[in-house]
Nanobody
Framework: QLQASGGGLVQAGGSLRLSCAAS????????VGWFRQAPGKEREFVST????????FYANSVKGRFTISRDIAKNTVYLQVNNLKDEDAAVYYC????????????????WGQGTLVTVSS
C-alpha cells in the first residue's frame, strides 16, 4: 500500500517535498515513480527512481527543478519540487513498478491515492 502526502498550496517559484510511504517489506524490490494529473488532462509521467535509489529518470518538463530520492530504511520515496510553475499544479501520484525506467502508467502495479499541489501566481 502506498500513501502519498506533502501536497499543498504554494506560490509560483516556491517548493514542496512530496512523500510516498509504503507498507510492506517488499517495497525496496520495486522502482517507484511519480505521475501527475491536472484537471482535464491525462496523467503524465514526472520521475522515477530505481530499487536501490542509484538511478533516476525525469520528464523533460521537470528536469533540473524536481529531485526524486528514496530512504530504503523508512520505506519512503520523496519528490522535492522546486521553482514551481503554474503548469505544475496537479494531483501527484506515486506508484510502484517492477520495471525501470518506466514512463507509462500501465507499467506500474501499485498506486497511491494522490496528493494535490496547487500553485498560486
Amino acid at each position: 500500500q502506498l500513501q502519498a502526502s506533502g501536497g499543498g498550496l504554494v506560490q509560483a517559484g516556491g517548493s514542496l517535498r512530496l512523500s510516498c510511504a509504503a507498507s510492506g517489506r517488499t517495497f525496496s524490490t520495486y522502482a517507484v515513480g511519480w505521475f501527475r494529473q491536472a484537471p482535464g488532462k491525462e496523467r503524465e509521467f514526472v520521475s522515477t527512481i530505481s530499487r536501490t535509489g542509484g538511478f533516476t529518470f525525469y520528464a523533460n518538463s521537470v528536469k533540473g527543478r524536481f529531485t526524486i530520492s528514496r530512504d530504503i530504511a523508512k520505506n519512503t520515496v520523496y519528490l522535492q519540487v522546486n521553482n514551481l510553475k503554474d503548469e505544475d499544479a496537479a494531483v501527484y501520484y506515486c506508484a510502484a513498478s517492477t520495471s525501470f525506467p518506466a514512463t507509462i502508467s500501465t507499467r506500474y502495479n501499485y498506486w497511491g491515492q494522490g496528493t494535490l499541489v496547487t500553485v498560486s501566481s
